[in-house]
């Protein structure tokens, strides 16, 4: 028997990555200064394979960068 409604989740956070990241990891960096860091050097990536597996990962997560 069929499910009388139906219904699908949507996530409203959004979550903005600012661009530029830190160029280097440094000796005392939060986990949050390092994942932002490591973040923005994958959206820099060169190979269009991967910047596009990138970018679907990020609409996936609802994930976006920005300029700063």
Do not use: T
Not at 30 to 52: C, I, K
């Amino acid at each position: 028997m069929a499910v009388a409604i139906e219904y699908q989740k949507m996530m409203m956070e959004i979550v903005y990555i600012n661009l530029p990241g830190p160029a280097e990891p440094q000796p005392g960096m939060s986990g949050g200064e390092l994942l932002h860091g490591f973040l923005a050097e994958l959206y820099q990536a060169a190979n269009p394979e991967v910047r596009n597996f990138i970018d679907s990962l990020c609409l996936k997560w609802n994930v976006h960068y920005r300029q700063g």
